[in-house]
């Protein structure tokens, strides 16, 4: 542990991206998260008082870091110029994958984020906020009724299927954090058949689909 005397962080220098940063930094350096808010600003050399400004406990910065990750995930894709015009499919590959391009950017504070829970993923307090964010994206995709795909989900309805791909992502999750192909290629893989399933239930083939996912899981999990 460092032994120098810490600068203290000035209230003006302060917003939630920096204490976000100095938590997760405290967090791999320590490999322990914050028992207060005391603690965490006494670390850092933090008035409470600034710290309550953008946050109202460590529970809080926890759930935020993740929506952060999320946000950061849906400002890349809508930069891309051709992304509105994307089948829903696609959309919901992109979605997928430039997250978990981010996710793997944090892979260190992911794993010590999930490492207690994850074999029951669903019920982390930590993806709360996140959960919301992201069955509204995925609410905003069915709505905006401009391709084939999930725009024909008059069958079900929308929260189903939005919860679905919550627990989609969840199973993806998980498989990503056991993963250990190089490059995570095989995360890449999961990602790309589970979607395809996904799309494919409300259209024309899924049973090809369901069958050309469960060979891959038993794939994976013979060999585990």
């Not at 609410?139 to 939005?162: H, Q, R």
């Amino acid at each position: 542990m460092a032994t120098t005397k810490k600068t203290t962080v000035k209230s003006k220098q302060l917003d939630d991206a920096r204490i976000i940063e100095l938590y997760m930094n405290s967090v791999l350096t320590e490999n322990s998260s914050p028992k207060n808010v005391y603690l965490f600003c006494k670390e850092n050399a933090i008035e409470e008082s600034d710290f309550y400004s953008f946050f109202g406990s460590i529970d809080n910065v926890k759930q935020v870091i993740w929506v952060k990750f999320f946000e950061n995930a849906i400002m890349t894709i809508n930069n891309e110029e051709a992304y509105s015009s994307y089948s829903d499919k696609n959309k919901l590959l992109t979605l997928f994958f430039t997250l978990f391009e981010i996710l793997t950017l944090n892979r260190s504070y992911i794993m010590f984020s999930l490492h207690e829970n994850r074999n029951n993923l669903k019920n982390l307090k930590d993806l709360t906020l996140l959960r919301k964010e992201f069955k509204d994206f995925i609410t905003n995709i069915i709505d905006e009724k401009e391709n084939t795909g999930i725009a024909n989900l008059d069958k079900i309805t929308k929260p189903v299927f939005s919860e679905g791909a919550w627990i989609q992502f969840l199973l993806i999750l998980k498989f990503w954090m056991d993963d250990t192909s190089k490059g995570f290629e095989k995360t890449d893989i999961i990602i790309e058949k589970s979607v395809n399933t996904a799309v494919d239930l409300f259209n024309t083939k899924p049973l090809e689909s369901l069958i050309d996912l469960g060979k891959f899981l038993w794939k994976e999990n013979s060999m585990k």
